[in-house]
């Protein structure tokens, strides 16, 4: 069965330090994987897709077949980065799945 | 990108009634979806809701609980029927943008079952 597991509900972590926010997944054929982001009071959005390996606000996501991850990373943390981030992996025709989420606080 | 209005945003609803969500697109869209965020849980879609065919479900989900109309390519509704407090939920539409590689979300309903 399809699956999408971040183990950490909160994260919390200095402004400048580096972040990393887990992502796991379950699948048995390719994946297409996302991130998603939800900042204080807006609606769900799309933070980055692996399909693009691109950097957005600074984070970059690999996909890792042998791991079965994608993990998103920023070197040095701003403060407003703090939001909720979700793992996502579309199960077919962008049917997505969705990770528990991850809240992300950066302490000033 | 594609900007969703979802009425209403918020409600409180006794137990045993209906409540029919709306979801009004600002472009033409294929597919609809319809997803709902249980307390402290993630997003779990529900349906697919296309123009001019019956709406999808996933497993756990049922028309008659859940029924979707999909009248035309810009709008749809769902409707949580028989309400009991298990389904106080944040219930979001979405739907895909041009590229149909960019899922775009409305900013929810959250609905509070007394």
């Known amino acids: 069965a399809q699956r999408v597991t971040q183990p950490e509900k909160l994260l919390s972590v200095f402004k400048g330090a580096p972040v990393e926010l887990k992502c796991n997944y379950s699948y048995s054929g390719s994946p297409e994987l996302f991130w998603y982001v939800q900042y204080s009071r807006q609606r769900l959005q799309l933070l980055l897709r692996h399909i693009s390996r691109e950097s957005i606000k600074g984070f970059t996501a690999d996909l890792n077949k042998g791991e079965t991850s994608f993990h998103l990373k920023k070197p040095f943390a701003q403060e407003e980065d703090s939001a909720m981030y979700y793992c996502?992996?579309?199960?077919?025709?962008?049917?997505?799945?969705f990770g528990q989420g991850t809240r992300l606080t950066i302490n000033p | 990108s594609a900007v969703i209005s979802q009425k209403p945003s918020r409600d409180i609803c006794q137990r045993g009634t209906s409540l029919t969500i709306q979801c009004q697109v600002d472009?033409?869209?294929?597919?609809m979806f319809w997803y709902r965020q249980q307390p402290g849980q993630s997003l779990t879609l529900i349906a697919t809701?296309?123009?001019?065919?019956?709406?999808?479900?996933e497993s756990g989900f049922v028309i008659d609980k859940f029924p979707i109309s999909r009248p035309n390519l810009t709008f749809s509704t769902l409707t949580v029927s028989n309400m009991s407090p298990e389904d106080s939920s944040i219930y979001l539409c979405s739907v895909l943008g041009p590229t149909n590689t960019e899922a775009f979300f409305g900013q929810g309903t959250r609905l509070t079952v007394v």
């Open positions: 996502a992996l579309n199960q077919g025709a962008q049917k997505l799945v």
């Open positions: 472009s033409q869209v294929t597919m």
């Open positions: 809701a296309n123009q001019g065919s019956e709406a999808t479900y």
